[in-house]
């Protein structure tokens, strides 16, 4: 019987076109516990709800169909990024992509 988990688990499969294999290697299991999983079969403990979504860098409520925000804090989209280069100097200064933050 197919729940909110078993559809979710499937659907970010598809997202990263990952084999059900290869997602039962990256979590140390069997396949076929991994696919009892997206069948509705079975559910994962805990301990793998939490591995799955730090996997995913998604939310665990998300992972369970309790919230339909997949990132901490709201939305956000798979392609979006930060990226900071930050260095800070002997004296303390600090800047972000090369633009210091003193006096800011």
């Known amino acids: 019987m197919q729940n909110k988990l078993s559809q979710r688990l499937k659907e970010l ?3 990263t076109d990952l ?3 290869k997602l039962a290697t990256i979590f ?3 396949q076929q516990t991994y696919n009892s999983w997206e069948q509705g079969q079975s559910q994962p403990d805990a301990d793998r709800i939490i591995q799955i979504a730090t996997y995913y860098d ?3 409520d998300y ?3 309790k919230s339909n ?3 901490m804090g709201g939305r956000r989209h798979k392609d979006d990024e930060i990226v900071a280069t930050v260095s800070i100097s002997k004296s303390k200064n600090v800047k972000v992509n090369g633009v ?3 006096n800011k």
Do not use: C, V, W
């Open 19 to 21: 084999s059900q294999a």
């Open 63 to 65: 992972l369970l169909g």
């Open 69 to 71: 925000d997949k990132f």
């Open 58 to 60: 998604i939310t665990t």
């Open 100 to 102: 210091s933050m003193k």
């Open 28 to 30: 140390g299991m069997p």
């Open 13 to 15: 499969r598809a997202e």
